[in-house]
């Protein structure tokens, strides 16, 4: 037996040493943890709960590369629970009864609790994620789940409202540099700055991607500084001159042709950005970001549009996604633009921030419950749909903020029709407004006709 401990322990040992070096910095402390700094920094509230020992059931949501096996090896050397680690990408419905049944045995016998870690939760159909439900719901199992996916979506809503949502943030530049720094101190080797600038560019946040091509650049490197021509090849592409600074320019400049109704720029940006090796995630949550700022209800269907091909970026990948990511390009530099959705949440917030904070009106208040009407909650409320064009004038703020005006549609596209009946509803009208007819343009509507630009980008 002693001959068998001292065999593992060795094998572990080489296995460590062969391991990725993503694999070999992974933290084994939360004071080693880079990031998420509101969520294990000190004080932060999963940072008590894990140091207490006292985590209850939890899913870590965030992109790939955030933290969250990490998170959960820490949980595992801090706990006194029995910690099981399981992937949903290849356990199923028995693997989970049996470390339940295990969980029950060991409970009884030494009265000691079990963790049970299922990376990539969302991967459980709804009859797996059923088969956890019991275990957890009566305390026998602490779940941590780890998914990339919106929980929301993909985890059964019981299983949800019994864990803790963790959200994990993409790392900063700032931040990513930090990993940077210490694997290339791991490995006694060094980098040039425009090296460096180009890992932190390409990763998106995401610290594995980073110290993966780390780890190609200084095999290529050899005994010399890592150059930005390692990083280069280590991505098996050419970089477009992406120095420290050109990251973000190559983005803004992609933002500025899309919002400049130049889809002939905007497709030339995509191409030089996918060949330089930039995450095609990445340009497609720019895509996603910018049917809303710039575009809006001008255009209502760009943001399904650009939401299609984020989806598209996940579901089908690259190369192919590269003719989606281009369809979105074309479609939002095309539509009419408008900046005023922006515009009206700015202004709202300002109200938000600075207006005294005044109570929910009586008729807004829930009144659904017994003996809500003997207080007054929802008395003089008016039912909209209970009038003959379904709009009925009354008032839906505090008296604080109450006639302050947010949303101003533009005349541009499909804005212009919500103009015109937003116009007859604030004049106290009630018929509903004309659509234009077949074939004619909105009112407004211009080929290549922009709003003021957001000055985000």
Known sequence: MAGEDLFSGAA?????????LA?????????????????????????????????????????????????????????????????AVTAGVKDVREVVEAARQLLGEQGRGTILFLDEVHRFNRSQQDALLPSVEEGLLVLIGATTENPFFQVNAPLLSRSTLWRLEPLSDQELAQVVARGLAAEGASAEPDAVAALVGLADGDARAVLTTLEVALALAGDRPVTLGDVESARNTRLQHYGEDDHYDQVSAFIKSIRGSDPDAGLYWLARMLESGEDARFIARRLVILASEDVGEADPLALVVA?????????????????????????????????????????AQRDVREAPRGDVPGHLRDAHYRSASTIGHGQGYEYPHDHPDGFVAQEYRPATVAGNRYYEPSEHGHEAIVAE????????????????????????????????SSPTD
């Not at 572990?12 to 990725?20: K, L, W």
Request: glycine share 10%; hydrophobic share 40%.
């Open 307 to 347: 939401d299609a091909a984020a989806r598209a970026v996940e579901f089908v990948g690259l190369p192919e996604a590269q003719l989606n990511l281009a369809q979105a390009v074309v479609h939002l530099a095309c539509a009419p633009k408008s900046n005023r959705v922006t515009v009206a949440l700015g202004l």
């Open 23 to 87: 694999a070999r910095m992974r933290p084994h402390s939360l004071d080693e943890i880079i990031g998420q700094s509101h969520l294990v920094g000190p004080g932060a509230p999963l940072r008590a709960l894990i140091e207490a020992d006292r985590l209850t059931s939890a899913i870590l949501w965030g992109p790939p590369g955030t933290g969250k096996t990490t998170l959960a090896s820490v949980v595992a050397t801090a706990t006194s629970k029995r910690f099981v680690p399981l992937s």
């Open 12 to 20: 572990a040992d080489r296995i460590a040493q062969r391991a990725p």
């Open 421 to 452: 009946r937003l116009r007859r509803w604030r004049d106290g009208g009630t018929d509903s407004p004309k659509s234009p007819a077949a074939g004619e343009d909105p009112p407004g509507q211009g080929a290549k006709g922009t709003e003021d």
